[in-house]
């Protein structure tokens, strides 16, 4: 294999990942529950023991974020929420309705391929590899190029810890030959059944059209209002730290603040002794020449998640080295207002409203550029909550960091690195994925009601037209009218078929099945 060209060889490691995916998805689907979960303990324990060498070589490998938040990142997905999804039922009978006569009936969906991103991979990885096997499926990680090497430690790590406490090896897999032909290879291999795709949009709309089905998620660009009656000094702690929490990595994080005439000074004060620093117009023009590629709205990676003072640095103006946020004013949206698309890094738009009613029209256009993903409030009323709950976003956070509140962890929200953004934004769910998106759910469900006598016992079915339980020829007129006695008897079937054509058709159907099932 060392003879043929790269893409060559990730596209035959690929195909070897699946098959063996394959393999152990079908194993994996007759563990039971007390399996699944020492082998989901023993992939939590094993995270958080290595959560802070997988930060550094994330962090070493990409560039981007803080060492310390991403090993909180790689805590959250494994013991946060080892925590929160540990008595989850995802196995056999997960929900029972005596009265009505319904179980439910989980069972795996098979082999999930999960794209991982350059912005948070090892906490990613960790994040899939855990609902993967809560839900007794394997999980063949295709990896961002420029994260290669770190998502390949993680998914090896997480699949040792997994081997070792029961689970089939192969389980949990990651190509090593990174290529777009991997992974386009592992989209459309037959062995996977689920994509669950995290990064650009390009990407997501792939796995989209890849024929398969998929979990994708769009981009964010979450405005952050600071409503009136808020707590303005609260508000902005919790904004600052999350915008800088991994340098704004998280796609959940705000990228705009609004807030009203009524507290403008307020908010500029605090944001102030929080250390941000606002830039003049010539220092916003100057930093968004080096965020954005080519004059357009799309983020230059060599500053996603980086530092106010390498992005002021590189763009020609000085900052404090106690700057914590770059802050740009904004006269409006879309084109010729940069800031107001998303940007996965230190650096904020800044808006200035009359009252609530403009806050909310600003909302629903900077939404538009992140349409379906998030969008955070800061209020005291709970009147406000409610209007804003209307917007077009799957996540409404109140009085909470978005980087946190977004992804679980400072709110009741399902811990997720994976924050689906509905048919606002193109995606097939708008929840917080976890294991219960991996299933397969089955429905068993008992008669209640006698069919032989259906009709006549519901007495709500009133229609005395129908002079039979056939019903009349509507155009029929006279003595053509006349039905056959209700006593007479049907007509016997015609026999088409012999006693051997019937059961040679048997044996060909329980062939067919038997392949499918293989």
Same mark, same amino acid.
């Given at each position: ?18 098959r ?53 990142k ?20 997960i929900h ?27 906490s ?43 689970a ?27 994509i ?19 979990i ?33 990595t ?14 403008k ?14 830039m003049?117009?010539?220092?916003t023009?100057m ?6 590629k080519?004059?357009?709205h ?21 900052? &404090?080295?106690?700057? #914590? =946020?770059?802050? @740009?004013?904004? +006269? /409006? ?6 800031? %107001?698309y ?6 904020l738009?800044?808006?200035v ?15 538009q550029?992140?349409i379906?993903h ?7 009323n ?21 980087s ?9 929200? &399902?811990?997720?690195f #994976? =924050?689906?953004? @509905?048919?606002? +934004? /193109?995606?097939?769910v708008?929840?917080?994925? %976890? ?6 759910i ?11 006598t ?24 006279g ?9 007479q008897p ?22 067919? =099945? ?5």
């Amino acid at each position: 294999m060392n003879n043929f060209d790269k893409d060559l060889r990730s596209i035959q490691e690929a195909r070897d990942l699946a098959r063996a995916g394959h393999k152990a998805a079908v194993e994996m689907a007759t563990f039971n529950e007390t399996q699944v979960n020492a082998i989901l303990e023993s992939m939590k324990t094993a995270a958080e023991k290595f959560s802070v060498s997988l930060a550094k070589a994330a962090v070493d490998e990409t560039g981007f974020g803080k060492v310390a938040d991403k090993a909180y990142k790689n805590h959250a997905a494994s013991t946060l929420l080892y925590e929160q999804i540990k008595d989850e039922k995802t196995v056999g009978i997960i929900h029972e309705d005596k009265e009505k006569g319904l179980m439910d009936v989980a069972e795996p969906v098979g082999l999930v391929l999960g794209i991982v991103p350059s912005t948070n991979p090892t906490s990613t990885v960790i994040f899939k590899a855990m609902i993967a096997l809560k839900s007794r499926n394997a999980i063949v990680f295709a990896p961002h190029p420029a994260a290669a090497e770190c998502t390949k430690k993680a998914a090896d790590m997480m699949n040792r810890a997994a081997v070792a406490a029961g689970a089939p090896e192969g389980v949990i897999s990651c190509v090593g030959n990174s290529t777009m032909g991997s992974t386009n290879e592992l989209m459309h291999a037959k062995e996977v059944k689920l994509i669950i795709a995290t990064g650009g949009p390009g990407m997501v709309k792939a796995a989209y059209s890849s024929g398969k089905p998929a979990i994708g998620v769009g981009a964010g660009n979450s405005p952050a209002y600071i409503e009136r009656s808020a707590n303005v000094k609260d508000a902005v702690a919790k904004i600052v730290a999350s915008k800088t929490f991994d340098n704004g990595t998280i796609c959940a994080s705000e990228q705009s603040i609004i807030c009203e005439e009524v507290n403008k000074d307020e908010v500029i004060s605090e944001l102030k002794a929080k250390g941000a620093y606002f830039m003049s117009p010539e220092e916003t023009n100057m930093a968004t020449k080096v965020l954005f590629k080519n004059g357009g709205h799309a983020m230059n990676a060599k500053f996603v998640g980086r530092s106010p003072q390498t992005i002021a640095n590189a763009a020609g103006f000085t900052v &404090p080295s106690t700057a #914590t =946020l770059l802050i @740009g004013e904004q +006269g /409006g949206v879309g084109e010729g207002y940069p800031l %107001s698309y998303e940007k996965l890094t230190t650096v904020l738009g800044f808006y200035v409203v009359k009252d609530w009613e403009e806050a909310c029209h600003l909302s629903i256009d900077l939404l538009q550029n992140g349409i379906g993903h998030t969008m955070s409030i800061h209020t005291n009323n709970r009147d406000m909550v409610l209007k804003f709950a209307a917007k077009p976003a799957s996540r409404i956070l109140v009085n909470t960091g978005g980087s946190q509140g977004g992804t679980g962890i400072s709110t009741g929200l &399902p811990i997720a690195f #994976t =924050l689906g953004c @509905g048919t606002y +934004g /193109g995606s097939s769910v708008s929840e917080n994925v %976890s294991p219960k998106h991996l299933l397969n759910i089955k429905e068993v469900a008992y008669g209640l009601k006698d069919v032989t006598t259906l009709v006549e016992d519901d007495k709500s079915f009133n229609h005395p037209e129908l002079v039979d339980s056939f019903g009349a020829d509507e155009d029929c007129e006279g003595s053509s009218c006349q039905t056959a006695p209700a006593s007479q008897p049907a007509a016997a079937p015609k026999k088409d078929f012999s006693d051997d054509d019937l059961k040679q058709l048997s044996d060909v159907v329980r062939k067919v =099945l038997t392949q499918m099932n293989a």
